[in-house]
């Protein structure tokens, strides 16, 4: 493609410097600050990226060191990334939330010396693990706010590193570019810590071929340019917003605008109109939730406007993007339709100019799916994760299901293991698990294949689909095949449950906890008048528990269909009392449930199932935002939910 | 640890007396202010605290005393005059506009701080105009203060109870108050809430050094971030010192947490 840079600039230092010299003036980057949109242009950027990094070499950063960085979307977190890897240095993205216990393991591991901060409450946070740390020298808070009677010698403000690095410029003039001329593309550009589900996090090691690389091909398959707009609004240690926010921004030179506070994400997505756009299934779903409940309180007109058009949108919205035929009144009808409802819809979501949406992270549900793509929003599944720097399978434009996430897209190779674990070849993989080479052959053979973890298959049109985690996949007690994440994906495909952990390996039968999704169902007990005086209240309504069991007996009827699931039909269940939290180690900080723990923290709970009582008391320990700890108590109702015969196999 | 930096008595209240007919609201009631600190009013209901407040902001007339603000003496305050020379306050009971925008009700705090003309500004016309544009800038720098970013522009009546609180405060931080009177901040409020709002006085004070005065039930809070309290019964004052002082003073014990304490 002709607008992408020269293959020469093989290192997002370069990258920068070419997109400052070519389009020197176009916007890189907006910011909404005091509610008005500022813009950064390439040029901009680019001196303020030579400020930073000069400024963090005139503090005593060096090549190969690693350098913390924890923030929101904001300008300066992109910035410094992009200043620590003109000298050499390799960012480490860090989760905002991560508590402090968090923090020590990686500053150790990764001797993190110099950090850049957004606030006061992570200030406070690095300087309470400071002694533990040990080596922390530096670090730098972008707002004030708060700092004002700080005197720890460690602290700089942002700014002043700023006005140290142009002074530093000033008189070593040749440093900046000289630094950037020695990055090599074989060089380490980035470090991200996986969650883990278990143990320690892991560094996971990209250069800047592989990053490079993979952002290269996303932009050349779906054609991206220097005109597409993106929202920058996931974590930034996330490697998914790295490639979508910065190597892909850095790539094909496009604008990455930063919402003003997490709050305004929706509205500020309106105003800027994102033409590419990713978000995990569950956000596509809190969207479709509140387009839902807001529809249930429009008028009568309106909703009656709604409920039509989306009738002739699932028959024929998904068929129109896909560039299927399709006849004259029902292309009438969906323009109507587009006049009146998804035209208006699509702009309430911010959507009116994607291009390209993406999901990953999780299975989506079918429906969630195809209402996306109804709608004309051109909705596509991925699959990659941070050891493969994104971009291993991709649904090409015209072939897209809600099952797949696609072939391999350019330069992945595919094989299955005999295990049925997926192992992967792409110019994409990590080098290394830092300091761990363990752990690195144990994902990464001789051979060359990386070993996903995932559980796989490919499908005759040579389509992966993705079935669990391949240590997940574990077996009832008659042998029958048990893949947890499958039954939960299923369960949670319903808008009233939010969250669902499935048991019953090595047990004579499924079983699962769930989790309410407060906002439906609570709008559902007010409609019928039920009252209710918080989650745990709500959640121990008869009637919602009905409501439940539905849900649960619909999974249980689908589930008897599958051939070999068909002994997976969930027998009992329990709805928790509390919502399973990362910060009590339930979820990872990517919301994904950590079974094994979930297991032995309701121990009782599980016993009591399985034990065939009707009800059980429990006692869980609960930590709150600001570290104190408190308990939460109930006597939880184990309900019995209703199973199906296996289907017989059509003759 | 926060460092302080207390100055002068800003505000000296001298004797206050004042009663609706038979009922004695205040019997001759003295405390002072000092410069930057945070300074709080506790008493049981009905001990005459929002009376008080009442009194230095210029709502009520005290029959007896004086306040001595800035170092001028007065028989009493009036609103005006009070809002004037950097008095503002919030209310109990919120005395916000519902049906206007998080924004409007706060450039509302900011109004006199605006010269020109009502024509002028109804026509938005010329000097109106580049003036409303520098004071919705600094409205905007209070709500990035309070995180209400989200709401700028939601009717206030739609907000839940703890951010119509949050706006009340913001309509009174965009006055640039020199002192803040807060009553009761964190009524009504649940534990989170109460934390943001805590964490939002206590910048206020690092930050702008505004001196506030406060009333609060919620003991722990008051104690907490005050550095001086005063305590009230029945129109009385009955103790007045550092948050220590007043913990281990008998007599409020007595009346405050009753005797069975």
């Known amino acids: 493609m002709s607008g992408l840079p020269p293959v020469t600039a093989d290192t997002f230092p370069r990258l920068l410097a070419h997109h400052a010299k070519v389009r020197g003036a176009r916007p890189a980057m907006r910011e909404k600050d005091l509610g008005i949109w500022q813009t950064f242009t390439w040029r901009q950027v680019a001196d303020e990226v030579r400020a930073i990094a000069c400024g963090l070499a005139a503090q005593g950063l060096k090549r190969g060191d690693h350098i913390a960085i924890i923030g929101a979307?904001?300008?300066?977190?992109?910035?410094?990334?992009?200043?620590?890897?003109?000298?050499?240095?390799?960012?480490?993205?860090?989760?905002q939330d991560a508590i402090a216990s968090e923090l020590v393991y990686v500053f150790q591991n990764a001797e993190i010396t110099h950090a850049v901060v957004e606030d006061q409450e992570q200030v406070d946070k690095v300087l309470e693990i400071k002694e533990q740390a040990g080596l922390i020298a530096h670090i730098y808070y972008d707002d004030p706010r708060g700092l004002r009677h700080y005197s720890q010698p460690e602290l700089t403000a942002f700014e002043k590193l700023r006005a140290i690095g142009r002074e530093y410029d000033a008189a070593n003039p040749g440093f900046f570019d000289a630094e950037v001329a020695k990055g090599k593309s074989s060089d380490a550009a980035s470090m991200f810590y996986t969650s883990g589900t278990t143990g320690h996090p892991k560094g996971v090691v990209h250069t800047y071929a592989a990053l490079i690389d993979r952002a290269r091909v996303g932009c050349e398959m779906e054609g991206l340019s220097d005109a597409e707009e993106v929202l920058a609004y996931l974590p930034p240690a996330w490697i998914g917003q790295n490639i979508f926010s910065y190597a892909q921004a850095l790539v094909a030179g496009f604008c990455v605008n930063c919402p003003e506070a997490a709050g305004t994400v929706t509205s500020d997505m309106r105003e800027i109109g994102p033409t590419y756009y990713f978000a995990p299934p569950r956000v596509y779903e809190n969207l479709l939730t509140s387009v839902t409940i807001r529809m249930e309180d429009a008028?009568?007109?309106?909703?009656?406007?709604?409920?039509?058009?989306?009738?002739?949108?699932e028959r024929v919205g998904g068929r129109l993007l896909d560039g299927q035929a399709v006849g004259l009144p029902d292309r009438l009808m969906y323009w109507l339709g587009d006049l009146t409802t998804y035209g208006p819809l699509r702009n309430v979501l911010g959507m009116s100019r994607v291009r390209v949406a993406y999901t990953a992270g999780e299975a989506i549900g079918p429906d969630l799916f195809r209402f996306y793509r109804s709608l004309g929003i051109n909705l596509k599944q991925l699959y990659g994760s941070t050891e493969t720097a994104v971009f291993v399978c991709v649904q090409p434009d015209g072939q897209v299901s809600a099952e797949t996430v696609g072939p391999p897209v350019a330069g992945v190779e595919l094989k299955i293991a005999d295990n049925g674990e997926l192992l992967i070849k792409s110019p994409g993989l990590l080098r290394e698990y830092y300091k761990n080479p363990a752990a690195t052959a144990e994902v990464l053979t001789n051979d060359g294949w990386?070993?996903?973890?995932?559980?796989?298959?490919?499908?005759?049109?040579?389509?992966?689909r993705i079935?669990?985690?391949?240590?997940?996949?574990?077996?009832?007690?008659?042998?029958?095949?048990?893949?947890?994440?499958?039954?939960?994906?299923?369960?949670?495909?319903?808008?009233?449950?939010k969250e669902a952990v499935a048991l019953g390996d090595r047990?004579?039968?499924?079983?699962?906890?769930?989790?309410?999704?407060?906002e439906a169902v609570g709008n559902w007990a007010e409609k019928r008048g039920i009252t209710y005086s918080g989650y745990v209240d709500l959640g121990s309504q008869p009637a919602v528990r009905d409501l439940i069991r539905e849900c649960v007996e619909k999974v249980n009827a689908d589930l008897a269909r599958e051939e070999k699931l068909a002994d997976s039909q969930i027998r009992r269940f329990i709805i928790l009392h509390k919502e399973l939290d990362a910060d009590d180690g339930e979820l990872t900080r990517t919301s994904k449930v950590r079974r094994g723990f979930i297991g032995e923290k309701y121990g009782p709970l599980v016993e009591a199932i399985y034990g065939g009582r009707d009800e059980q008391f429990i006692e869980t320990q609960v930590k709150f935002e600001d570290g104190r700890v408190g308990k939460v108590s109930a006597t939880l109702r184990i309900m019995d939910a209703k199973t199906f015969p296996a289907a017989r196999k059509a003759a | 640890m926060r460092q302080r930096n207390i100055g002068d008595v800003i505000l000296d209240v001298r004797n206050i007396s004042l009663a609706f007919g038979g009922v004695k609201a205040l019997q001759s009631i003295s405390f002072d202010v000092r410069e930057h600190e945070v300074r709080a009013i506790i008493g049981p209901n009905g001990a005459g605290k929002s009376s008080m407040l009442n009194c230095i902001n210029g709502v009520y007339h005290p029959q007896e005393g004086e306040i001595v603000y800035k170092g001028e003496v007065r028989r009493d305050m009036d609103t005006h005059h009070a809002a004037e020379s950097g008095i503002a306050r919030t209310f109990q009971n919120l005395a916000l506009f519902k049906g206007m925008s998080v924004l409007d009700n706060i450039m509302t705090g900011r109004n006199l701080k605006m010269k020109t003309g009502i024509l002028a500004q109804a026509l938005h016309f010329g000097p109106a105009r580049a003036e409303e544009l520098r004071e919705r800038e600094f409205c905007e720098h209070v709500i990035d203060f309070l995180e209400i970013q989200p709401y700028r522009k939601t009717p206030v009546g739609r907000l839940p109870y703890g951010l119509q609180k949050r706006v009340d405060l913001g309509r009174a931080l965009a006055a640039q108050p020199q002192v803040l009177l807060l009553d009761e901040p964190m009524a009504g409020m649940n534990v989170e809430e109460k934390q943001d709002m805590c964490r939002f006085v206590l910048d206020i004070n690092d930050e702008f050094g505004t001196t506030i005065v406060l009333i609060e039930h919620d003991m722990g809070v008051v104690m907490d971030i005050s550095d001086r309290v005063v305590v009230l019964d029945y129109g009385k004052k009955i103790g007045d010192g550092t948050p220590d002082e007043v913990r281990n003073d008998p007599e409020v014990i007595r009346a405050y947490l009753g005797a069975g304490h």
């Open chain 1, 450 to 464: 990386y070993h996903s973890g995932d559980a796989g298959i490919i499908d005759a049109h040579g389509h992966l």
């Open chain 1, 299 to 313: 008028s009568r007109i309106k909703r009656g406007l709604f409920k039509y058009f989306m009738g002739v949108a």
């Open chain 1, 467 to 497: 079935i669990d985690r391949a240590k997940d996949v574990g077996r009832l007690a008659n042998g029958a095949m048990f893949a947890p994440k499958y039954i939960e994906n299923k369960l949670k495909f319903f808008p009233f449950i």
């Open chain 1, 507 to 518: 047990r004579d039968m499924v079983s699962a906890f769930i989790n309410i999704e407060m």
């Open chain 1, 73 to 95: 979307n904001r300008p300066w977190v992109y910035w410094t990334i992009a200043a620590a890897q003109s000298i050499g240095a390799i960012p480490v993205g860090l989760y």
